[in-house]
């Protein structure tokens, strides 16, 4: 076993211990040299070990006598419940929130209300190669028309998609201008105006807002905070032929943070081929796992091609090039239409940029290097929230992805907070953009996709200080 | 006065003489020696002058016995007819013709089917030096989200509005992925399914495709070759209250490639806002002028902010990196909120590329060499299609664009060209893709983006032996 997974797997079987409360806070780990003749490595193996256990907030060094389990994955709040939404139409909007929000763009200096990585998260100079290199590896420097794209990129997506179970060929791939796009040109391509769809609830703004501009009628499902969406209502759907398709954010959705079992996926992917129901499954979060491994999709059991998988490098590398792509399964020729009626093709420079970066491997190490920042930024956050925000507040428990949901007591006005917040200069966003129906005025999101630093840990404490009135 | 526009106004005079038959076809032209002494100027300037009027196509060198007024210009075909569509709402679509011809991209070795530059008139070292350049002018190198776009292209459009009469600041200016996505935004923000739009007939087949995909409606108006859309229709509608808004080419008009006067453009312009009906104004050809000085534009007479102006780089730099904007005048609150809702935002790096390039000035140098290009290329079109094409052939004129207008006599069939064209190779696009009613079956559209050379004269003679029958 190469020495670099060594260490990590000896971190994550003491992290296993930790968080099934083998080893407690407080308690004193095992020393340096007693991992080394337990586990037979070297001292530097175990050394790295401890301090990736020290990066992921788990243990902390007390005056040189060693290495204690701390005190921060111990004092996580209460789950978030889980949600119970009206199952009927809806084709309200919540437009009048989010004005607000988008009026107060460029207003805050402490950013917590935004899915992304800060720039120091993100490789610049590499990426900055890349692209560099792309002028050099497409044909006149991708200066003009092309109806194929980055067929570089296409490969290492079909590549990649190994990680998830996926087997691809890279003509199954459709680039696009990030997942916006993607998700967009699915619902535009299977969907008719007075159709209904179905949607996790909470869910992304921004397929509500698709949506109401698309003139669909949605239905929004209960959600688990920590596994995702109820199969059993969508079945019920589906059966019933109420909803044209569902969109669904499959692993560590968006706002709530689930993620749906293997078995989730298995069963429902074997339901919408049952129903013939499409499943628009967005997947910009699946790489961002706490863990060593990513979890499975959708896709990866879709043998018929009933599932239309979406995804992008915004929420992983470069939100700044909009690089996204779609694998639409069986849709391909409606998609495809569709993607050629309202764009034409897209700028294939950054796509290039990025297959280039992935070619020589980049991808997988910068991956495995974030998937520790995020997971060390989240526990900071889980910490600060425990210390500064009031008892009853409740959280949900991500074990991946940017977004954590908070809900607090049932009569807690969020949208009171963000405005006070707001004046603070602390952008946070109000659970209610994330529904059309009225709930979730007591729930707001935080990110951590910005690196932990003072500046946060003081706007955490204001927060929890606003909160607590 | 400098020397290079010096040579070009002897050119200009030259080209004047012989567009008016002042100089006719075969005469002998001053040798340069005459032409320094009458103008007072060095022979390089006169040679220059002379070298220019060659690249035109309008003199040639015979023997060493001096320049001559050349075959070309003198045999152009009889002007193209009037449209005369039926003036009705339509929303129909012409959509399995279209996809014909996208199921049959990438089949055609030569290319004349496509409005865009060849590589070969793209400046790619000097687009690649202002790329690299904004990995350093961008903070931290564009690599994350961006909600106002780049600054510094949106200055530089600004600031080159002036040489259409327009007056902006940069915050007046909408940047989006292509001219594609600025008018579908304004089209989105002004209407609702089941509106009337009124566009040019023939016009642009993505108009027509995205009024499709918005379930609206579409009156097509009569169009002259040379000047455009017919105001009095589109006032008559206007007055009528039966159009939402118009979509107009107004300047070298795809495919017809006509240019509305200055006066029709004041014209409607009074009349819009009279009536308070938007023009949303498509230029993407208005910097391709064949002569020194570009067109001006409706936006150049819009005191009300009535005219949604769309332009983009596609047609004049660089195709490859969808870099476009729109100027939403009185309109910006709700285009700008359709842009949040369907791209959140763009990516950065190639807006500030194009920003960098015109900075330094390169984009006039080049918009001016372009000219010539392209003035030249047309003149060998037209040649050619004067040589090869049946006598009853007629031809629209453009004075600047990239799109030729080809109508053949009335029982001509169009789209069987097509296909004995594609079967050898070339494409060329019918002329039944740019209405929803049944007309133009016996038009081609051609295009002139590409450097002439022989493989093309060839292509074209082939093409005129198959329309022959």
Redesign the interface.
């Known amino acids: 076993m190469k020495k670099e997974l060594l260490y990590l797997k000896i971190a994550d079987a003491v992290e296993h211990q930790i968080k099934n409360n083998v080893l407690k806070v407080g308690d004193k780990l095992p020393s340096i040299r007693t991992i080394c003749k337990e586990r037979g490595v070297s001292v530097s193996t175990a050394t790295q070990a401890y301090l990736e256990l020290d990066k992921r907030g788990l243990v902390e060094v007390k005056n040189k006598s060693g290495y204690y389990v701390s005190y921060a994955h111990q004092h996580f709040k209460k789950l978030a419940s889980v949600s119970q939404p009206k199952m009927v139409k809806n084709a309200n909007n919540m437009e009048d929130v989010m004005?607000m929000i988008?009026e107060n763009?460029?207003k805050s200096k402490i950013q917590l209300s935004?899915a992304?990585?800060?720039?120091d998260l993100?490789p610049?100079k590499k990426?900055?190669s890349a692209?560099?290199l792309a002028?050099k590896t497409l044909a006149?420097?991708?200066?003009?028309?092309?109806?194929?794209g980055s067929i570089k990129l296409k490969k290492n997506i079909a590549k990649r998609a190994l990680s998830w179970g996926g087997k691809l060929n890279y003509e199954d791939v459709i680039t696009t201008?990030?997942c916006?796009?993607a998700y967009?040109f699915c619902l535009?391509a299977l969907t008719q105006?007075g159709d209904t769809i179905a949607v996790e609830s909470p869910t992304y703004f921004?397929f509500l807002?698709?949506a109401h501009?698309l003139?669909l009628n949605v239905i929004e499902l209960p959600t688990h905070p920590v596994h995702g969406v109820d199969i059993g209502s969508l079945t019920k759907l589906m059966k019933a032929k109420k909803i044209k398709l569902c969109l669904l954010t499959t692993n560590y959705s968006n706002p709530m943070g689930g993620c749906m079992t293997s078995e989730s996926k298995r069963e429902l992917v074997k339901v919408a081929e049952k129903y013939n129901v499409p499943i628009v499954e967005d997947d910009v979060y699946g790489e961002l796992s706490f863990s060593i491994q990513r979890p499975d999709t959708c896709k990866t059991y879709d043998d018929s091609g009933i599932v239309l998988y979406c995804n992008s490098f915004s929420k992983t590398l470069?939100?700044?090039?909009?690089?996204g792509w779609l694998l639409p399964g069986k849709f391909k020729a409606e998609v495809a239409?569709?993607k050629?009626?309202?764009?034409?093709?897209?700028?294939?420079?950054?796509h290039e940029a990025i297959g280039n970066f992935m070619e020589i491997g980049r991808y997988d190490l910068h991956i495995r290097k974030l998937r520790t920042e995020i997971y060390n930024n989240y526990l900071n956050l889980q910490r600060a929230i425990s210390l500064y925000f009031p008892d009853d507040t409740k959280v949900a428990h991500p074990q991946g992805g940017l977004n954590l949901w908070i809900e607090f007591n049932k009569k807690f006005d969020a949208i009171g907070l963000y405005n006070k917040a707001i004046l603070n200069k602390i952008s946070i966003t109000p659970g209610r953009i994330y529904t059309l129906q009225n709930q979730f005025n007591n729930c707001i999101r935080l990110c951590y996709g910005q690196k932990w630093d003072a500046e946060r840990e003081n706007a955490l404490k204001l927060l929890g200080k606003l909160a607590k009135g």
């Open positions: 004005r988008v763009f460029g935004s992304h990585l800060s720039p993100v610049i990426i900055n692209l560099l002028t006149d420097s991708g200066v003009t028309y092309n109806t194929e201008a990030g916006t796009d967009a535009m105006r921004g807002r698709l501009q003139g470069v939100s700044g090039y909009r690089v239409r569709v050629h009626y309202r764009t034409m093709y897209n700028s294939i420079i950054t």
